[in-house]
């Protein structure tokens, strides 16, 4: 979701995958049908270069990169030229090629571990979307254009919905949009949010069920959908969508506001980023510092690796951008299911496979490669350097040995950097949180991933819709395993955050604020919200209301810290 509330009527995009013609050419036919397919290829590239050179000023830092990304897509041998195999060898109508492909390519990414790589298949969905309409010579807003300026503000309701299309529907009919498909980290998400528009996404069904002309309400907060509501809903409604644009205006006030408990405790914000060019809006929002920058995005939607030079640059745009503020660089966290140089590998359980920092110790090469970036970039500011996923000493100590190894190299080559840049650990697996205390003694300081954390100590996969109902960031165990990390964060005298979906949540604020939590990392939309919850909070009371509840083992409400 993308929060805020919007009203307006129902114009409902058309799906072109889900009508796609299915036929068999004739063999005479087949390199004509190829060449059809190649040259829809190559305009709509060349589309999304246009439409990249004409992005307007205050369009969201993030769309060049995914247009980019939808270009490489394109690009892929796995789309283009398997598609193209297909018309080939099976005689398969342009059209039917590409999607057939499309899905499989879809199917693979939605089979992965990892959220972010799940959802890329929303791109794939959308790049084929955008070809079909090419080889149709069809656009994909074309709903829209036959729309006059004048009357009631727009909800776009579609199945999926391309970030570039977004920014061209943006104006001042274009209120929020709804689509069937989509998940919190999906690109259409990020960009929404960026754009400050409410958004409702993964709904299923909403473009079966909604028509053309219906009045919507669409709530950001809830998730939730109204289709031709009732003239009380809607002043009920515009009357939290008054409330609602009155609160953010008046949070704005706050950003200067040093962060500190109604006793005097002292709070860090921070800001989790993907990219160098969202450092603007962290800082936009009062962020105090990067918590979490991750580095795998400059991994991704590509087909070679980042070097160690194109590394060094990313780092430190974000250092210099921050001035004097820490700046948390976690090394490359990507599951075993997706190989960066192409070589396929196969997890017979990638969420229990080689993940993260076992996929970086076993590519010692790749591992040292942005070590030496992240280092090199300490010379020019703050940074920390975060592990992902360590479980056991033994991946303490060849982490630890590869860093030394890499500062040696550094320094035998005159290179600056900051030999005391300080070292931490992601805390995401139960083994760590249950014995945490060597591991606090080992790193510099600890960082909380929530999402990874409750889904491995619940046996949860969150992104299957049959048991993620069952995701609970209140479960006494999970609770318990952030609290003793804090505690024994406490102990060691090591800094501790969190920098998971639940450091985001302005409802679970005043509960990690009672387990003693001190520093916070989440989304820059998300820290004003948060801010506002820790200014109004009581930090001891809160402590002794958490700790009462821990002890007896039983799941807080966030209401009852109120």
């Not at 769309?63 to 060898?89: F, G, T, W, Y």
């Amino acid at each position: 979701m993308a929060s805020g509330y919007a009203m307006g009527r129902a114009v409902v995009l058309g799906a072109a995958a889900l009508e796609v013609e299915h036929y068999r050419v004739a063999p005479e036919s087949v390199e004509q049908e190829t060449e059809r397919l190649q040259r829809a290829l190559k305009v709509t590239h060349e589309e999304l270069t246009e439409l990249a050179s004409t992005l307007p000023a205050d369009a969201p830092r993030e769309l060049a990169a995914i247009l980019s990304v939808h270009q490489l897509l394109l690009e892929d041998p796995l789309l283009a030229e398997e598609s193209l195999a297909l018309i080939r060898e099976r005689q398969y109508n342009a059209e039917w090629a590409l999607t057939t492909q499309g899905q499989l390519l879809g199917e693979q990414f939605s089979a992965m571990d990892d959220e972010y790589l799940r959802e890329r298949g929303a791109d794939v969905r959308q790049v084929v979307e955008r070809v079909l309409h090419t080889l149709r010579g069809t656009k994909v807003i074309s709903a829209l254009e036959g729309v006059s300026d004048s009357g009631d503000p727009l909800i776009v309701v579609a199945h999926d919905i391309a970030p570039a299309d977004m920014i061209r529907l943006r104006g001042a009919r274009f209120a929020g949009f709804v689509t069937d498909l989509g998940g919190p980290t999906s690109h259409t998400a990020i960009v929404a949010r960026s754009m400050g528009v409410p958004a409702v996404v993964a709904l299923g069904n909403v473009r079966q069920v909604a028509r053309d002309g219906d009045y919507l309400i669409l709530d950001g907060q809830s998730g939730a959908v109204l289709i031709n509501p009732t003239p009380a809903q809607i002043a009920s409604y515009q009357a939290l969508a008054n409330q609602y644009a009155d609160s953010r205006r008046a949070l704005l006030s706050i950003k200067d506001i040093a962060c500190q408990t109604l006793d005097g405790v002292r709070i860090g914000l921070q800001a989790n980023i993907e990219l160098p060019d969202e450092v603007g809006l962290a800082l936009s929002q009062g962020a105090e510092g990067i918590g979490l920058f991750r580095s795998e995005f400059l991994f991704m939607g590509r087909e070679n690796l980042p070097s160690e030079e194109e590394q060094f640059h990313a780092y430190q745009s974000v250092v210099q951008q921050m001035g004097n503020r820490p700046v948390t660089i976690r090394t490359l966290d990507i599951g075993a299911d997706k190989s960066l140089d192409g070589e396929a590998t196969v997890a017979t359980n990638p969420a229990l496979g080689q993940r993260a920092i076992r996929y970086c110790l076993a590519r010692p090469e790749l591992f040292a490669a942005q070590l030496r970036a992240i280092l090199r970039a300490s010379a020019f500011g703050s940074v920390r350097v975060l592990i992902p996923m360590i479980t056991s000493l033994a991946e303490v100590r060849a982490t630890y040995e590869m860093i030394e190894s890499v500062k040696r190299s550094l320094s035998a080559q005159g290179i600056a950097f900051d030999p005391t840049v300080p070292i931490g650990a992601m805390v995401e697996v139960p083994a760590m949180a249950i014995a945490i205390e060597p591991f606090a003694d080992a790193f510099d300081f600890l960082s909380i991933g929530t999402n990874d954390l409750i889904q491995y100590t619940l046996g949860i996969d969150r992104a299957d819709s049959e048991v993620s109902p069952l995701y609970d960031p209140l479960h006494p165990a999970v609770l318990r395993l952030i609290a003793g990390t804090i505690n024994a964060g406490e102990r060691f005298r090591k800094p501790v955050s969190v920098c998971g979906e639940m450091a985001g949540d302005a409802n679970l604020t005043r509960l990690l604020l009672g387990m003693g939590l001190q520093q916070f990392s989440m989304h820059p939309r998300q820290l004003l919200d948060v801010k506002q919850q820790i200014l109004r909070a009581h930090s001891n009371a809160l402590r002794t209301k958490v700790a009462a509840a821990l002890n007896r083992a039983q799941s807080i409400h966030p209401d009852d810290l109120n």
